[in-house]
């Protein structure tokens, strides 16, 4: 299980521009995928967002940061301040990626809301993976990947870690950035980690000349520098929502997982003003 330290934050970078499923006119984190059902009965579409929303929520996130860009304010009028839940509530606040600079640029223009001893999960909002819960399963005192086994581990960031038995942490070895002929099957799709660990992960990036665009060869650094990092192949279905081929599939995968049946974000009455009000997510 996670630990819990201090605060427990929801990191999710959303500044990049979609470009693989333009032409859009909305984020492509609000992208409608598979629906909901409001407690009256209706209904609704479901943002992409929202699936990880529910899984930070499963995890323990208290609150939430979105890394977005000038143009994006359409997630702010969609998520407000606060989203409840019958599984915990958490604050959202907002940063402003001023120019798209890579994943590492996103997730550390959240530095300086994060204390030494908070905790932090990291995820892609315009990805859906199963089980919902597999979060839990990560160590709360290192960086920690939650691992999915894909047909094309080349388009993704591949993690070569130690033998394990099924859902136990293995040791991370390298991390393979869309790399021809991966080595393994199993890429991360979200990852944990102490604040004292962003810390330092941020202070190395800041050393680099030219700066790490890619999580992948920031870690590869930090753990040639002596740094632990653990991986679980807990993941069952991973599917990146960001390409038309990727909305069908995730289609298919919320229809074979039942999501529809269930689904779990509902608003809290009626919809309040943009940025005022809050969402509330119900299991």
């Given at each position: 299980m996670i630990?819990?330290?201090n605060?427990?934050?929801?990191?999710?970078?959303?500044?990049g521009?979609?470009?693989?499923?333009?032409p859009?006119?909305?984020?492509?984190?609000l992208?409608p995928?598979?629906?909901?059902?409001?407690?009256a009965?209706?209904?609704?579409?479901r943002?992409?967002?929202?699936?990880?929303?529910?899984r930070?929520l499963?995890a323990?996130v208290?609150?939430?940061?979105f890394v977005i860009?000038?143009?994006k304010?359409?997630i702010l009028?969609?998520?407000g301040g606060?989203?409840?839940?019958e599984?915990?509530s958490?604050?959202v606040?907002?940063v402003v990626?001023?120019?798209?600079?890579?994943?590492?640029?996103?997730l550390?223009?959240?530095?300086?809301?994060?204390?030494?001893?908070?905790?932090?999960?990291?995820?892609?909002?315009d990805?859906i993976?199963?089980?919902?819960?597999?979060?839990?399963?990560?160590p709360g005192?290192?960086?920690?990947?939650?691992?999915?086994?894909v047909?094309?581990?080349e388009l993704?960031?591949?993690v070569l870690?130690?033998?394990?038995?099924p859902?136990?942490?293995?040791?991370?070895?390298?991390?393979?950035?869309k790399q021809?002929?991966?080595a393994?099957?199993?890429i991360?799709?979200a990852f944990s980690?102490p604040g004292?660990?962003?810390?330092?992960?941020h202070?190395l990036?800041?050393q680099?000349?030219?700066?790490?665009e890619y999580?992948?060869?920031?870690?590869?650094s930090?753990?040639?520098?002596g740094?632990?990092a653990?991986?679980v192949?807990?993941?069952?279905?991973y599917?990146?929502?960001?390409?038309?081929?990727?909305?069908?599939q995730?289609?298919q995968?919320?229809?074979r997982?039942g999501?529809?049946?269930?689904d779990?974000?509902?608003?809290?009455?009626?919809?309040p003003?943009a940025?005022?009000?809050?969402?509330?997510?119900v299991?």
């Amino acid at each position: 299980m996670i630990a819990f330290l201090n605060a427990m934050w929801g990191i999710i970078p959303a500044a990049g521009k979609g470009s693989r499923i333009q032409p859009l006119a909305f984020s492509k984190e609000l992208l409608p995928v598979g629906s909901r059902i409001d407690r009256a009965g209706q209904e609704h579409p479901r943002a992409v967002s929202e699936y990880l929303i529910e899984r930070m929520l499963l995890a323990g996130v208290d609150k939430f940061c979105f890394v977005i860009s000038a143009g994006k304010s359409d997630i702010l009028e969609y998520y407000g301040g606060r989203i409840e839940s019958e599984a915990g509530s958490a604050d959202v606040c907002y940063v402003v990626q001023s120019q798209p600079a890579g994943l590492c640029d996103a997730l550390f223009h959240a530095h300086p809301l994060i204390a030494p001893d908070d905790s932090l999960i990291v995820g892609l909002p315009d990805t859906i993976w199963f089980p919902a819960g597999a979060l839990a399963r990560l160590p709360g005192d290192t960086l920690s990947f939650l691992l999915f086994p894909v047909r094309h581990p080349e388009l993704f960031d591949a993690v070569l870690a130690d033998d394990a038995g099924p859902r136990e942490a293995a040791a991370v070895r390298a991390i393979q950035v869309k790399q021809p002929g991966a080595a393994t099957c199993w890429i991360w799709g979200a990852f944990s980690l102490p604040g004292r660990v962003f810390h330092e992960l941020h202070a190395l990036w800041r050393q680099h000349n030219p700066r790490d665009e890619y999580l992948g060869t920031l870690v590869n650094s930090w753990l040639a520098r002596g740094g632990r990092a653990t991986a679980v192949r807990a993941g069952e279905t991973y599917v990146d929502v960001g390409t038309v081929n990727g909305y069908r599939q995730a289609l298919q995968a919320i229809d074979r997982a039942g999501e529809n049946a269930y689904d779990r974000t509902t608003h809290a009455g009626a919809d309040p003003p943009a940025g005022a009000g809050a969402r509330l997510l119900v299991p």
